[in-house]
């Protein structure tokens, strides 16, 4: 079962500009990732309607829009072509506290099919009230049930990634989360907009067929980390006894 929107065939997102591009096609989830999308069904849905998830439906209904959402619903506030040039990249976008990765069940699945789970943690920078007041996105970041519920990837005492290899490749592709396999390309939900983080300078313009190629991978990773984040919390609500059933629990803080 593909666990991404049908903008191209399925399979994760690959890497993007140059020797990071392989010639092969990503491969397919792994069983853990498999069993997660196979939890997603009308069944684990219609629970919010059971008088004990009232409560959740309620706080769900306040806080997110649970129909998911479509690429071809979405404005593209770029120009066509315009992608990242990683092999170029003076500032590595793995490196630095506010760059911490935040997952989703789909990523902890794919790394732990990937033996990758050493590399996941609970504990998170803590940031003064004074940063978070001065940059609302990492505000609303770290105020976020996901911040508070779900792992990050593990970084060192430089607040690096622990899976940033020597090579300044990545560790974990094509395990890789979808943080990653979308950036720089993000989502203005409110405006209904992708647009290229300006965090990204290193940029490089391919109007071919393979850019267009590239382009539409990212697109749909960032549909597809929206969507995802939205199936987290209502599985988080629902599914807990389906989620300690395969293992995923001990990765999430309850309390």
């Not at 069983?31 to 069944?43: D, F, K, V």
């Not at 770029?78 to 992608?83: E, F, I």
């Amino acid at each position: 079962m593909s666990r991404r929107l049908p903008v191209i065939p399925p399979g994760r997102p690959a890497p993007l500009t140059g020797a990071f591009v392989p010639r092969e096609l990503p491969p397919r989830p792994g069983r853990l990732e498999q069993q997660l999308a196979a939890l997603w069904t009308p069944r684990i849905r219609a629970r919010l309607l059971q008088p004990r998830h009232w409560g959740d439906a309620l706080h769900l209904r306040r806080h997110y829009d649970l129909q998911e959402l479509h690429p071809n619903e979405l404005m593209l506030d770029y120009r066509t072509g315009k992608l990242p040039d990683c092999e170029a990249c003076v500032n590595v976008c793995c490196t630095g506290a506010h760059r911490v990765v935040l997952l989703r069940l789909v990523d902890v699945a794919a790394l732990v099919d990937a033996g990758l789970e050493e590399f996941l943690t609970l504990d998170k920078p803590v940031f003064p009230a004074e940063e978070t007041a001065a940059n609302p996105a990492l505000g609303d970041l770290v105020r976020s049930e996901a911040w508070r519920r779900m792992p990050v990837l593990r970084q060192d005492a430089t607040r690096t990634c622990t899976l940033l290899r020597e090579d300044n490749r990545c560790g974990a592709w094509p395990a890789w989360p979808l943080s990653c396999a979308r950036f720089p390309y993000s989502l203005d939900i409110l405006h209904m907009r992708v647009f290229f983080a300006r965090s990204c300078g290193s940029v490089q313009q391919a109007p071919t067929r393979e850019g267009r190629r590239r382009e539409a991978r990212l697109v749909d990773a960032v549909v597809d980390a929206y969507n995802q984040r939205t199936r987290d919390a209502v599985l988080l609500r629902v599914a807990r006894p389906e989620l300690e059933a395969l293992g995923l629990a001990r990765f999430i803080r309850w309390d």
